[in-house]
Structure formats: structure tokens, C-alpha cells
């Protein structure tokens, strides 16, 4: 249920922190707005259910650090990251830091709550090492040729940059593009990504618990 579900909300500009409240607010949760990313680390260790949604771009500490802080302090909480200026790359980048979804402003409120359930779900006993043995099937089923184009997407290319790089058509990456997403059984890029980091997540995740040794600085003034 949302009403025991806090959601921190980690963004610098005030009126989007505002708006955003007012919109997790209204749809019954518990909403804890934050200036910074510092600001929310200062709340470690956390209590309850929690859901992290922050801003990509920062000053200080950006989204994607505040991801990497969290998993070398052994924090597990499920994280969804906003951007306005959002790129494959940086989605990507963000995924293998272990947010659950990346999502582009100005932010669609059903777009949003879809992603703060699914992110919450996933976080079930059990369900990374299912989720990465069953992508881990998916990525068996693809041709060498389509390897190659996931290869190429989830390192940000253009699909004119893929097919120059293999020395095929545009319109063959694009066929290719669309057999991966169909044998993926991924609805959006964002799934895809998802998908495609989910057992490397799932691998590194033992191998970084390290704990915090100085405590946070205060955010900019």
C-alpha cells in the first residue's frame, strides 16, 4: 500500500521538489522532499519501506554517485532516476549503478507511480537472482548479430553509428533492434536496459558492500 511507503525525493530545484511532492502526495504517499543528495544521506540508516527518486544532474553529488554511495554502503533501497537532459548512455550508466528505472522530465505522474510499484516489486526476497536467471535465457536466445546491436544501444549509439560499425544498413540495425526487444520481451528501451544489466547487477552486488568511514557534507548553500 503507498500509505507505508516513504518516498525521498532528491532534487536541487525547488520548484520541481514541490510539484513532485504535491504529486506522490496526492496519490498517498509519504513524501520526503531533499535539497541535495547529501541531504538524504544524512538520514542513513533508513527505516520502513523507502523509495529513492532523484535528479540525474547535480551539483556536488549527482545521481548517479548517490547510487554508487549507496551500494558501497550496503544500502538497499530501490531508486528511480529523473533527468531533463537524459541519454541512453547515462541511462545505462545509471541502471548499472542499480536504479530500477530511468524516466525523462517533464515526468508523467502514471509514468512515475508505474516505476516507484515496479521498482518496489522487484525488491521482493529472491526476485534479482530469478529476474537474472531469467534474462539470463533471453540473451541466450539472440543471434551473434544481435548481441552486436544490444552491444551497441546500451553503449548509447545512434543506429547509423551501430550499422557503421558493422558495416551493415541502418535498416538492418533497426530489424535487428526490433528482434532484440521482441526476444527480450522488453515494452520500451528503458525495460531493455533494465534487462540487460540486471545479471551484471546482480554479480557485482556481493562484491561491493563497503561501509562509510566520514560522515556526509552539508549541502551547497
Excluded at 541511462?91 to 502514471?110: C, I, N
Excluded at 516489486?121 to 534479482?128: A, E, L
Aim: contains cysteine.
Amino acid at each position: 500500500m503507498a500509505n507505508d511507503l516513504t518516498i525521498h525525493l532528491v532534487d536541487d530545484e525547488e520548484a520541481l521538489r514541490r510539484s513532485l511532492t504535491f504529486l506522490l502526495a496526492s496519490a498517498g504517499f509519504a513524501v520526503r522532499a531533499h535539497s541535495c543528495a547529501n541531504a538524504f544521506l544524512d538520514l542513513l540508516p533508513l527505516s520502513g519501506r523507502n523509495c529513492l527518486v532523484t535528479d540525474l544532474r547535480m551539483p556536488d553529488v549527482d545521481g548517479i554517485e548517490l547510487l554508487q554511495l549507496l551500494r558501497l554502503s550496503s544500502v538497499n533501497v530501490p531508486a528511480i532516476v529523473i533527468t531533463g537532459q537524459g541519454d541512453v548512455a547515462a541511462a545505462v550508466q545509471a541502471m548499472k549503478a542499480g536504479a530500477s528505472d530511468f524516466l525523462e522530465k517533464p515526468l508523467r505522474e502514471e509514468a512515475l507511480i508505474a516505476a516507484i510499484n515496479l521498482a518496489m516489486g522487484q525488491r521482493q526476497p529472491g526476485r534479482s537472482i530469478a529476474d537474472s536467471e531469467s534474462v539470463a535465457a533471453r540473451l541466450r536466445q539472440l543471434t551473434d548479430r544481435e548481441h552486436q546491436v544490444l552491444t551497441g544501444v546500451l553503449d548509447g549509439l545512434q543506429n547509423k553509428m551501430i550499422a557503421y560499425q558493422l558495416g551493415i544498413s541502418s535498416r538492418t540495425v533497426e530489424v535487428h533492434r526490433a528482434n532484440v526487444m521482441a526476444k527480450m520481451g522488453a515494452r520500451n528501451l528503458a525495460e531493455l536496459m533494465r534487462m540487460a544489466v540486471t545479471v551484471d547487477m546482480v554479480v557485482q552486488s556481493s562484491a561491493e558492500r563497503i561501509s562509510p568511514v566520514a560522515p556526509w557534507p552539508a549541502c551547497a548553500r
